[in-house]
């Protein structure tokens, strides 16, 4: 824990040294939301059909859908980064050398990502919240908790996997860009995922976050039982069994690999 909060205070030390970065972020949340709003002004109301699952409204139903989606995102490409960074640096087969375990550098590496990430979100959410009032008298909290921590863990073994590719093949890394653009299509994340073709409809059902967000807004907005989400939490933690040990096979695999092929050092 202790070499988990050195590295937080590390990169936190470092972001906050540069403050236009940070100011820029927080207006970039902002705009975003924004410009979320006035398209649910332009075109909401006549998307109500599609939307009535998921409590009726456009606005609430994307800004979830962004805020979840560039929470999950980082995950994605986090371990990839930072695998990348020591590459380049030249550092990462020292790195494996180290009595600390390459596991554990890696995710204390992630830690600040994770912790920034969390605040976007939360700037996404809150300024949205200010502009619609939500009525979350009702939130299922105990769902939504379940939710986000079964959605992290599978898209951290997809970005196990994602990391991999780097170790493996040194530049180039297709997957991060495939999960990503298939997940924005797909996904339900700017749109319901029942207004796509029913062959479209087939594949999102084996992206981790169609059901994450369709979960997640039935719990925050149709303020949905525990029951009610338990199928699309029962496939949370499916893939969550799946892709975790696939992951962590994949990556072991990806380091012994380029160890015995003396590539290791290599960019």
């Known amino acids: ?34 410009v979320f ?3 649910s002004k332009l075109f909401g109301i006549h998307a109500s059909s599609y939307l009535k699952p ?36 030249g550092t990462l087969e020292a790195i ?19 912790i920034l990430s969390s605040f976007t979100a939360f700037i996404h959410l ?6 619609f009032s939500p009525d979350l008298a009702n939130i299922n909290i105990i769902a939504c908790i379940l939710i986000i921590i079964l959605s992290l863990v599978s898209f951290s073994a997809i970005g196990m996997i994602s990391g991999s590719f780097i170790i493996l093949f040194k530049m ?18 700017y749109y319901p995922v029942e207004v796509l073709p029913q062959a479209l409809k087939n594949v ?11 979960a997640l807004r039935g719990a925050v907005f149709s303020k949905l039982s525990f029951m009610e989400l338990s199928g ?15 992951s962590i096979i994949f990556f072991n695999y990806a380091v012994a690999r380029t160890k015995r092929e003396g590539r290791l050092g290599f960019y």
């Open 37 to 39: 709003f006035f398209i």
């Open 204 to 214: 999102s059902l084996f992206l981790p976050i169609t059901y994450s967000l369709r």
């Open 172 to 189: 180039g890394n297709p997957l991060n860009w495939v999960i990503r653009g298939v997940t924005s299509l797909l996904g339900g994340v």
């Open 96 to 114: 494996f050398t180290t009595p600390t375990k390459f596991s554990t550098i890696l995710v204390s590496s992630a830690s600040w990502s994770f």
């Open 232 to 246: 699309d939490i029962f496939m949370l933690f499916v893939f969550c069994v799946v892709l975790l040990p696939v």
């Open 54 to 89: 998921y409590g009726g409204e456009y606005f609430p139903f994307v800004l979830l859908g962004v805020s979840f989606f560039t929470y999950l995102s980082t995950t994605l490409s986090v371990f990839s980064q930072k695998i990348r960074s020591e590459q380049m640096a």
């Open 126 to 131: 809150g300024f949205g919240f200010l502009l």
């Open 1 to 34: 824990m202790s070499k988990i909060l050195a590295f937080v205070k590390k990169d936190f030390l470092i972001f906050i040294s540069y403050k236009v970065l940070f100011v820029t972020q927080i207006l970039e949340s902002i705009m975003t939301v924004l």
